[in-house]
């Protein structure tokens, strides 16, 4: 009986000192679909897609940069616009839909394709999204093909290494627009 008690305040114990670290928060990105409403002013509920180039455009807020920002700082960008016309607005914005958040799987996949991600992927979940490599991929030459504004970096997926528990830091998280490229 004691052993349990000491069982039990040991992982008690142990439960106490564990830190929970949240995620990053989400980053807006072109093809997300957003809701946007100002409290108690009918006219200014709408729903709005980032566009391509990142922006929105809101009733007398005008054109604000989305993209790369979080929703709260999205709402703070338009409280401040609209309080220009508004006393203390109460800005409200939500995420509809996560369309501008893909990614791009192309090769020897069962079925390569745009995926768009709900959650943080690595390069393994991407490629079990795609149903698996096909019997003739080459599992140590896969790249990710990533923009950094007008740069492109390249950076390898050694598969079968991964599968035996061996250059596990080539399994990257994915970022919205990555490419994977399957040779």
Not at 13 to 26: D, M, N, W
Not at 36 to 54: F, H, M, R, T, Y
Not at 102 to 124: E, N, R, W
Request: no cysteine.
């Amino acid at each position: 009986m004691n052993k349990l008690i000491n069982a039990v305040l040991l992982l008690a114990t142990l439960s106490i000192g564990t830190v929970v670290h949240a995620s990053e928060p989400y980053t807006l990105n072109a093809g997300d679909m957003l809701s946007i409403s100002v409290w108690n002013e009918d006219a200014l509920q709408k729903e709005v897609i980032i566009l391509p180039d990142g922006t929105i455009s809101f009733p007398l807020a005008g054109q604000i940069n989305a993209k790369d920002k979080t929703v709260v700082e999205v709402e703070t960008e338009l409280k401040e616009n609209l309080s220009e016309y508004i006393s203390d607005p109460v800005v409200n914005v939500t995420v509809n839909q996560v369309s501008g958040n893909t990614i791009h799987i192309l090769g020897k996949v069962q079925t390569p394709g745009s995926f768009g991600m709900s959650q943080p992927l690595d390069a393994m979940q991407a490629l079990s999204l795609a149903g698996g490599l096909t019997t003739y991929a080459k599992e140590n030459d896969i790249i990710i093909l990533r923009r950094d504004g007008m740069k492109q970096q390249i950076i390898p997926v050694y598969y079968a290494n991964i599968k035996q528990g061996k250059s596990l830091e080539s399994n990257v998280l994915l970022e919205s627009g990555d490419v994977i490229i399957i040779p």
